[in-house]
C-alpha cells in the first residue's frame, strides 16, 4: 500500500503522526511481577505498562481469583492495593472466565514450532500443535501468511507440483520466546494529502 504508507506530516503546524500500541497481558504480566511487594494499584500498574486502568483493574482482578495477586488494603484515592504473591517464568495470560486465553496459547505453540524446527509445511505445524491443543488447519494458515508479511517467516524456493509450501523463520526475526501479537489499527488517513493524521491505537485480534 504505497500510497498508505505511514509517514510524518509536512507542514510544522500539524501534529506528527503517532502510532501507540494497547497493552496486552504478556507486557502487563512482566510490569506486574515487577511491582514492589509493599503494594502497588491498578492505575500504577496501568501507568507503568502502558495499558488502561480498566484493563489493569480487569487482569489484577483475575490474577486475585488464581491467588498469583492479593488485596492488601485501600489507597487514601480510595484505589484497591495489591501485593504480589507469586510468579513463575510464564506470563498468565487469561480469557474472560480467567482461564488460559485459547489465542495466546495457538500462538506460543505455533511460536515454539517454528523456533525449534529449522524449516516447516502447515502440516508439519498443524501436527506439532495438535500435541499441545486443538486447532483447525485454517488458523495455521493465517499465522503463518501473517506472519509471512511480517517478515518474520521466509518461504523456500521450490519446485511447486503436489508438494507443500515449506517455511522458515528468518533468523533476524528470531526475537525471543514470547509469540508474537497481531494487531489492528485505528487510523484516519487524509486522501487528499496522503498522509496520516492524529494518533492511532493498535488494539490485538485473535486469529
Given at each position: 500500500?504505497?500510497?498508505?504508507?505511514?509517514?510524518?506530516?509536512d507542514?510544522?503546524?500539524?501534529?506528527?503522526?503517532?502510532?501507540?500500541?494497547?497493552?496486552?497481558?504478556?507486557?502487563?504480566?512482566?510490569?506486574?511481577?515487577?511491582?514492589?511487594?509493599?503494594?502497588?494499584?491498578?492505575?500504577?500498574?496501568?501507568?507503568?505498562?502502558?495499558?488502561?486502568?480498566?484493563?489493569?483493574?480487569?487482569?489484577l482482578?483475575?490474577?486475585?481469583?488464581?491467588?498469583i495477586?492479593?488485596?492488601?488494603?485501600v489507597?487514601?484515592?480510595?484505589?484497591?492495593?495489591?501485593s504480589?504473591?507469586?510468579?513463575?517464568?510464564?506470563?498468565?495470560v487469561l480469557?474472560n472466565?480467567?482461564?488460559?486465553?485459547?489465542?495466546?496459547?495457538?500462538?506460543?505453540v505455533?511460536?515454539?514450532?517454528?523456533?525449534?524446527e529449522?524449516?516447516?509445511?502447515?502440516?508439519?505445524?498443524?501436527?506439532f500443535?495438535?500435541?499441545?491443543?486443538?486447532?483447525?488447519?485454517?488458523?495455521?494458515?493465517k499465522?503463518?501468511?501473517?506472519?509471512l508479511?511480517?517478515?518474520?517467516?521466509?518461504?523456500?524456493?521450490?519446485q511447486?507440483?503436489?508438494?507443500?509450501?515449506?517455511?522458515?523463520?528468518?533468523?533476524?526475526?528470531?526475537?525471543?520466546?514470547?509469540?508474537?501479537?497481531?494487531?489492528?489499527?485505528?487510523?484516519?488517513?487524509?486522501?487528499?494529502?496522503?498522509?496520516f493524521?492524529?494518533?492511532?491505537l493498535?488494539?490485538?485480534?485473535?486469529?
Amino acid at each position: 500500500m504505497s500510497a498508505a504508507q505511514l509517514k510524518w506530516a509536512d507542514e510544522p503546524k500539524r501534529d506528527r503522526f503517532i502510532m501507540t500500541i494497547e497493552a496486552g497481558q504478556e507486557e502487563m504480566w512482566f510490569t506486574f511481577r515487577d511491582m514492589p511487594r509493599s503494594g502497588f494499584t491498578a492505575s500504577r500498574l496501568a501507568e507503568a505498562s502502558g495499558a488502561s486502568k480498566g484493563r489493569a483493574e480487569f487482569y489484577l482482578a483475575q490474577l486475585t481469583r488464581k491467588g498469583i495477586a492479593v488485596n492488601i488494603g485501600v489507597s487514601t484515592e480510595h484505589e484497591v492495593i495489591y501485593s504480589v504473591t507469586r510468579v513463575g517464568v510464564e506470563p498468565e495470560v487469561l480469557d474472560n472466565q480467567g482461564l488460559p486465553d485459547a489465542d495466546y496459547q495457538l500462538r506460543r505453540v505455533l511460536w515454539m514450532c517454528l523456533r525449534r524446527e529449522k524449516t516447516v509445511t502447515l502440516s508439519t505445524l498443524w501436527t506439532f500443535a495438535q500435541d499441545h491443543l486443538k486447532v483447525s488447519k485454517p488458523k495455521v494458515l493465517k499465522f503463518v501468511k501473517r506472519l509471512l508479511v511480517a517478515g518474520y517467516v521466509q518461504e523456500f524456493d521450490q519446485q511447486r507440483g503436489d508438494f507443500e509450501p515449506v517455511y522458515y523463520l528468518s533468523p533476524r526475526m528470531n526475537t525471543g520466546k514470547l509469540p508474537p501479537r497481531f494487531c489492528e489499527a485505528e487510523l484516519v488517513y487524509d486522501v487528499n494529502e496522503r498522509v496520516f493524521f492524529g494518533k492511532g491505537l493498535a488494539h490485538q485480534v485473535a486469529l
